[in-house]
């Protein structure tokens, strides 16, 4: 089993920035698809973002098109979500996920293996 360990959240004013940061417990982020999820209070989880493993080619949600950006470091096995230009309505509680070795990016759900606890983003106005 392989658990991701998420950070980086907190309360910030409209326009600021944030990065969350995903670390899993077993294995190497550039042999998974990363990706990141939210879910706002009374809605269903979305799709925010997603990091092919390997070469990591980037999806994104267009909602969050040229504010965010997903990135790697192998060195530290650490996912990051670079979230600028921040909009209140990125409040929302922000998941990270990963497929299983080597599967291909999914904006699905159903799609992750395994999930991280979730960690609190607040965008005030």
């Known amino acids: 089993q392989v658990q991701l360990v998420e950070s980086g959240g907190g309360l910030v004013q409209a326009g600021g920035s944030l990065r969350l940061s995903c670390t899993p417990s077993?294995?190497?982020?550039?042999?998974?698809?990363m990706a990141w999820f939210r879910q706002a209070p009374g809605k269903e989880r979305e799709f925010v973002a997603a990091l092919r493993w390997g070469g990591g080619i980037t999806y994104y949600t267009d909602a969050v098109k040229g504010r965010f950006t997903i990135s790697r470091d192998n060195a530290k096995n650490t996912v990051y979500l670079q979230m600028s230009s921040l909009k209140p309505e990125d409040t929302a509680d922000y998941y990270c996920a990963a497929r299983t070795s080597y599967s291909s990016s999914s904006p699905l759900l159903k799609d992750y293996t395994y999930w991280g606890q979730g960690t609190q983003v607040t965008v005030s106005t």
């Open positions: 077993r294995g190497t982020v550039s042999s998974y698809t």
